[in-house]
């Protein structure tokens, strides 16, 4: 099968909507994600690339989000009270079509879903979106430093490859060691089984944390 660059499109779930990401999405994405707890970790350079205010923000989207051939998604619950809430947001880019390699990146969630069923059913809408495109290995990348993320990623199943030293220069100057992993198409059956059923295991919709 051919590799082919997905067109934009939402990805439908149980407890989630991944819509296309739009400048309309801004706002409720600053609202969920630019909060100390999500860039301490190392997201978007880390808590020196925290934007302070919604027009900071939005130029720090405008630079991050949607490169090139990068297809960004806005997270949004669905169903419950909470339906339509922006919670996050991630991205399948770096697209090899050759050698049939994409990336799942960029991500970044509320820390009032952290725990819930929202990162299983994130990672399992893009992860197909990638291996039904006919990609083979979806590289997963988060900071050394983040412990949370990394136990995330091995946690659907992807396998840890390593680290890759002075990879990126953070919003600070620092450089950054990057803890890198993959899902190949081998993998997909049982990563997309552990997902599958771990998200067997919610009924209801996903409920925030209060602020």
Do not use: C
């Amino acid at each position: 099968m051919t590799a082919t660059i997905p067109r934009p499109a939402p990805l439908l779930g149980r407890f989630l909507r991944l819509d296309p990401m739009t400048e309309d999405d801004f706002p409720g994405l600053f609202d969920a994600i630019a909060v100390p707890e999500v860039f301490a970790g190392g997201y978007g350079g880390g808590p020196a690339g925290l934007p302070r205010d919604p027009d900071g923000f939005t130029t720090f989207a405008a630079g991050y989000y949607n490169r090139g051939t990068n297809q960004s998604f806005t997270i949004r619950l669905a169903g419950g009270e909470a339906d339509g809430l922006i919670v996050g947001t991630s991205t399948l880019g770096d697209f090899d079509q050759a050698n049939e390699h994409a990336h799942l990146g960029w991500t970044a969630y509320s820390p009032r879903v952290w725990g819930t069923a929202v990162n299983a059913e994130a990672k399992l809408l893009l992860l197909g979106l990638a291996f039904d495109s006919g990609f083979g290995r979806v590289k997963i990348q988060a900071d050394e430093r983040n412990e949370r993320s990394r136990a995330a990623i091995a946690g659907i199943g992807a396998t840890f490859e390593g680290l890759i030293r002075r990879d990126k220069r953070r919003a600070d100057g620092s450089w950054r060691t990057t803890a890198q992993f993959s899902v190949i198409i081998d993998d997909w059956p049982d990563v997309r089984s552990r997902l599958e059923t771990r998200l067997s295991r919610q009924n209801e919709p996903v409920v925030p944390r209060p602020s």
